[in-house]
């Protein structure tokens, strides 16, 4: 009896698995995951400009997005199917930009206006 408990004992302690990897270490300057990182956020830059967007500040510190104006940017529109991106309710133009961060008012497909959130 005693030497099944100690082998359960060990098959659980075994199970444990490894030690959740220390967040600071992935982050410092010149480590693999630190130049991996730099390297896909400069790639995202690149890919940004390229294709005629601004790399800007997102909606939140340090957060970096890539802004685009739309094609249609201020066009008049009466639903979201009008726009490439949205169709803004108070105004009934469609949106400048995209992303648009925060609460925004527009209309749906059918017409409807709802509040669209985007944080």
Not at 1 to 8: E, I
Not at 26 to 51: N, R
Not at 76 to 104: H, K, M, N, Y
Request: include cysteine; charged fraction near 15%.
């Amino acid at each position: 009896m005693r030497a099944g408990a100690l082998v359960l004992l060990v098959a659980l302690a075994a199970c444990r698995g490894a030690p959740a990897p220390d967040p600071a270490a992935a982050a410092l300057p010149g480590s693999p995951e630190a130049m991996a990182a730099a390297e896909a956020m400069a790639a995202a830059e690149a890919a940004c400009v390229s294709s005629g967007g601004r790399w800007a500040e997102g909606r939140f510190p340090g957060s970096l997005t890539c802004y685009r104006t739309t094609p249609d940017a201020g066009k008049s529109c009466t639903a979201e199917t009008d726009c490439t991106s949205v169709c803004l309710a108070r105004s009934r133009t469609c949106a400048p930009l995209t992303p648009l961060f925060g609460c925004q008012e527009v209309l749906t497909a059918a017409g409807r206006r709802v509040t669209q959130c985007l944080e």
